[in-house]
């Protein structure tokens, strides 16, 4: 049975979760992938972040353009590990959960484990499924780069499953 | 002498991106609906039932079935009795940005990362072959799976043993990473190139087809059972189902070496043949 959970993600509610949980996801989350997040911590080093991710949850995303009758064409998630680079100094700094596909690294886990973090992983591939959560969109920056733009989603009922809790359980070391 | 007809050339490569982009492969969708029957692991089980709805959604809206509508591969099979009065990659080029106006743009300069803003150019291969007409075969390549690929130039003396071991290893280290579960191209002999090339082709074949060659239709027999065991299982939350199928074509090779390539497949193959 599916666990319903509301962004943003309330800090208990995070800790609660277990890996292997199937959750459905309501309410506004942040959305970028490899480029979005290069040029952030471009921003970031520059002393100016360009956006506040503090409390956020960010989905690992790059749509298809909307069809006519679409709020957002079709969305499902990226491979994760690309930005397992930038992702320990991220939860250190306030981000609450991301959203993508695929293990990650050990520097990723411990800094969930350390922050009391999430990593939800959507299923690869379904992104008309996607689409269909997706109720409001906003383009927040980075407008040149397209599908790689930070935009902002408000989502209801989106299907993930918890991939790795806040104890370091790890549905991909099993 | 017949001329080619390059503008109807255009025109099916547009309509063929159109309609496989938000349609996923028919022997793929037969595939995957046998495996969410077979699947007892519960998560997986979840993971396999959201791919079988998304693909129906997809299918009944006109939406892409997947938002990395990827890269056009297309293998050119043209006749060598037709006039070619034009230029035949232009023509695949112009399809190719028709068919993508509504899809996601991938694709852009590898040293500048700045987007090509139309999802061209193709990759493109060409083959002068029999009789009047020319034969596409189209497929919108994913690169979660794309950048799985591997290619090992093996010498003699580690053969076939280890070739499989390789395969079966390159499906484990990828895990999660290219949406299990994968379809499995394998290319063995030729060159460096070839062996690339023949990997990408052997994902062409429908699933649940036999490989003509009795040898490789055992190998692939051999390698699709041994990576059901691995139990990477669908998007890697475990089950028996990681691999739908492993497709294998080879080429001569030289004395020296076992020129290996495997390229994977996502679960959602986006893939048709048409003629000319």
Redesign the interface.
Known sequence: MERKITLPLDKEVAKSLRT?E?VLISGDMLVFRD?GHKRLFESIKAGKPDINYEGETIYF?????A?P??VM????P??S?RMDKYTPYMFDTGLAAQIG???RSNDCVQAIVRNGGVYF?A???????Y??CVTKVEELCYSDL??EAIRRITVKDF?A?VAIDSLGNN??E? | MKTADLNLLEQKIAEAIEYIACNMESSCRAALEKAREGEENP?AR??LD??C???D??AK?????????GMAVVFLYVGRELILDGDIYKAVNDGVRRGYK?????VLDPVT?V?TGDNTPAVIHTQIVEGEKIRVEIMLKGF?SE?MSKVYMLNPAQGLEEAKRLIIDSVAVA???P?PPVIVGVGLGGTLEKACELSKHALFRKLGSSNPDPELDNLEKYLLGEINKL?VGA????GNTTALGVFIEKYPTHISSLPVAVNML???SRATSFEI
């Open positions: 292997g199937t480029a995303m790059g749509p298809c353009p069809m009758g679409q064409g079709s969305c499902g990226t491979t590990g596909k695929g293990k992983a299923i690869g591939g379904a992104g008309a499924t689409s269909s397209g599908t299907p499953i549905i991909y099993r | 998560t979840f993971a959201v791919m709805d998304n693909a959604i997809a809206n006109g939406f892409p079935v997947c938002q990395d509508t509504m899809l996601r743009k991938s990362r987007n979660g950048n895990g999660s990473n949406c139990g998007q890697g939350f475990g996502c679960h959602c």
